[in-house]
Nanobody, 119 residues
Framework: QVQPVESGGGLVEAGGSLRLSCTFSRRTVSAYPMGWFRQAPGKEREFIAGIVLSGTNTYYADSVKGRFAISKDNAKNTVYLQMNGLKPEDTAVYYC????????????WGQGTQVTVSS
């Protein structure tokens, strides 16, 4: 099973933006529906965004709808998460995975990328 490599996190002020990337070493993004998840300290990992295999439809958790956008580039084998209007409650480690609806398809995760939003 191929693990993704997430990147693009960092420290940003409230209201700012970040763009996260998730890249696989083998063809994965063009073969499966993909999603982003996050885990805040002391909380369970939660689904936040998904994109269907064709890339034509996306869906989001209510907490990020209208602020975050998921996209993918099959040629680069990469999934992106554009995050705008960041809030302190968005602070978490962000992960990507193959999805089945709003659930991860595999219980195997990359190292994630830390996003910290200051107030």
């Amino acid at each position: 099973q191929v693990q993704p490599v997430e990147s693009g996190g960092g420290l940003v002020e409230a209201g700012g933006s970040l763009r996260l990337s998730c890249t696989f070493s083998r063809r994965t993004v063009s073969a499966y529906p993909m999603g982003w998840f996050r885990q805040a300290p002391g909380k369970e990992r939660e689904f936040i965004a998904g994109i269907v295999l064709s890339g034509t439809n996306t869906y989001y958790a209510d907490s990020v709808k209208g602020r975050f956008a998921i996209s993918k580039d099959n040629a680069k084998n990469t999934v992106y998460l554009q995050m705008n209007g960041l809030k302190p409650e968005d602070t978490a480690v962000y992960y990507c995975n193959i999805v089945m609806g709003r659930q991860p398809a595999f219980d195997s995760w990359g190292q994630g990328t830390q996003v910290t939003v200051s107030s």
